[in-house]
């Protein structure tokens, strides 16, 4: 069975094949988080959907070096680390510990390099002084060195820009790191220290300043996955400016293709708009567990919609998925768990020929669904279906060990976690009650309720 991927720059499904020529190692590459403020939900159906593309891939029998960048010097962090009293280190390590956490609780994955911008400073340096050796950057006045978007026919592949369009609205220079399309302009690689940097500059070959955002993900993607790998991951708006940039840095410098497959995930919205934080609709990881929801609820929700669809985020759907989630978990806890079973080839082979289409996770799902009401299939097999299923889809059945707990505290346990999410504390009082009664005990922990024997 062969994967395929929706690739933005072909626009087309195309069926995968790495560049690794014995088929076996596939380099990936996620742009992380900016690390000024904590990563909302939004942001982490990208990271979801990176480490839906990373788990497939390992189902698939490939080795997957991921790495993942954090974005720990750009405008933004400039900006607010004047304000927050801290040493850049400090500011940055302290969201950056807050996103590994909220990653941990999500089940992704860690990649297996997190490289952080202000360490590879030297390889952006020497990326941009290859670009201006040969001839597709320059220096402005200022000391900030610009890539000359009209020395490279390529330019625009990705985000389908018109060319003529590109040369008409290139009338300039942008130092911004992240701008619209009708700005088409020479994007800085480096820019020279300015007083409103403070005391965030380095000294260089380049001069005193800093790099811009788009450089460092081609530094960083090139130094450990090589000048050509095979997937880069990313939410739809890094295709412009970020992606673009980044393809057109690369290729530039290397005289080869950079990336071979891009893959984008469509939008998180709330009340049809995207959740951002300008837009101040967003909500934190955090803030739906304080309001007693299970972070894998929402993994699960996200997993719901294809990664190219936009998805409306509401409470009430998140709600619905935690019940659906506590379902799961309580029957997987139910069947019988023997050493040695395999998962049952026929639901198996569904399963990854949904995944095979374009990471097709709804269709997924409901072969899971499929599963779990299946009674001909022998508890010790559909246990270890459910559980290679959920190598991919990472709901943490793994984590549940074989209990026997009758079903009436099941079905209490079920009923007061719909009790909580609906924030009826009065009925999930009265439930865990009668839960004790009957000998059991309840613990509400990050990923969800755990029974225990009085
Ligand atoms: P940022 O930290 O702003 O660079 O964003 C991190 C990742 O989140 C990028 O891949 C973005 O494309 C993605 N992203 C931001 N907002 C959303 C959203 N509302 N829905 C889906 N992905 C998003
Ligand atoms: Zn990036």
């Known amino acids: 069975m062969a994967l395929s991927f929706y690739n933005s720059l072909t626009k087309t499904v195309e069926p995968f094949v ?4 014995a088929g076996k190692h596939v380099g990936l590459y996620t742009c992380g988080p900016t690390v000024y403020n904590y990563a909302h939900i939004g942001n982490f159906r990208a990271y979801i959907f990176g480490d839906i593309v990373k788990r497939t891939l390992l189902h698939f029998g490939y080795s997957v070096n991921h790495v993942m960048n954090l974005t720990d010097v750009d405008d933004k962090i400039i900006r607010d680390v004047q304000t927050s009293g ?10 950056a510990n807050a996103f590994k956490k909220d990653c941990g609780l999500l089940q ?18 020497s990326l ?25 026919p390529q330019y625009g592949q990705l985000s389908a820009l018109q060319i003529s369009a590109q040369k008409t609205n290139a009338a300039g220079r942008i130092s911004a790191d992240e701008y619209e399309k009708d700005n088409v302009e020479d994007f800085a690689l480096w820019k020279a220290w300015d007083e409103k940097d403070g005391d965030v500059f380095w000294n260089t070959s380049l001069g005193k300043g800093r790099p811009g955002w788009h450089i460092e993900c081609s530094a960083m993607s090139m130094k450990y996955l090589g000048e050509s790998f095979d997937i880069h991951t990313g939410g739809i708006d890094l295709v412009f400016p970020h992606h673009e940039n980044e393809i057109a840095q690369s290729e530039c410098a290397t005289g080869k293709p950079f990336v071979k497959y891009w893959l984008h995930n469509e939008w998180l919205m709330v009340d049809g708009k995207k959740m951002s934080k300008s837009a101040g609709n967003f909500h934190t990881l955090n803030s739906l567990v304080e309001a007693g929801f299970d972070p894998l609820a929402f993994r699960l929700w ?19 998925s935690g019940i659906a989630l506590t379902r799961l978990r309580n029957h997987y806890r139910e069947l019988a768990d023997v050493d040695g079973a395999l998962p049952d080839a026929k639901y198996l082979d569904m399963f990854s020929l949904c995944l095979s289409d374009d990471l097709n996770t709804p269709k ?3 072969v899971l669904w499929e599963v779990m009401k299946d009674d001909s299939l022998d508890g010790a097999t559909k246990k270890a279906t459910l559980r290679a299923f ?11 060990h074989a209990e026997s707990i009758p079903e009436e505290v099941l079905s209490l346990v079920t009923r007061r976690e719909e009790a909580r999410t609906q924030r009826d ?6 439930l865990r009650t009668q839960i004790s009664k009957l000998g059991y005990t309840v613990k509400d922990t990050d990923n969800g309720p755990k029974i225990f024997k009085m």
């Not at 002084?129 to 610009?146: I, N, P, Q, R, W």
């Not at 996200?302 to 619905?320: C, D, I, K, P, W």
């Not at 959920?390 to 549940?400: M, N």
């Open 18 to 21: 790495p560049l690794d020529t």
């Open 86 to 95: 801290k040493s850049l280190e400090e500011f940055t390590q302290f969201y």
């Open 108 to 125: 992704i994955l860690p990649p297996t390099h997190y490289t952080r911008a202000v360490e590879h400073i030297d390889d952006m340096v």
């Open 128 to 152: 941009i002084e290859t670009l201006l050796e040969k001839g597709f950057a320059y220096k402005s006045d200022d000391g900030s060195v610009y890539f000359d978007v009209r020395k490279d």
């Open 302 to 320: 996200v997993l719901s919609g294809h990664y190219r669809t936009q998805m409306n985020f509401t409470l009430e759907a998140l709600t619905a």
């Open 364 to 366: 997924a799902l409901a």
């Open 390 to 400: 959920d190598s991919v889809l990472g709901l943490g059945l793994s984590t549940i």
């Open 425 to 430: 504390f009065a009925l999930s009082d009265t």
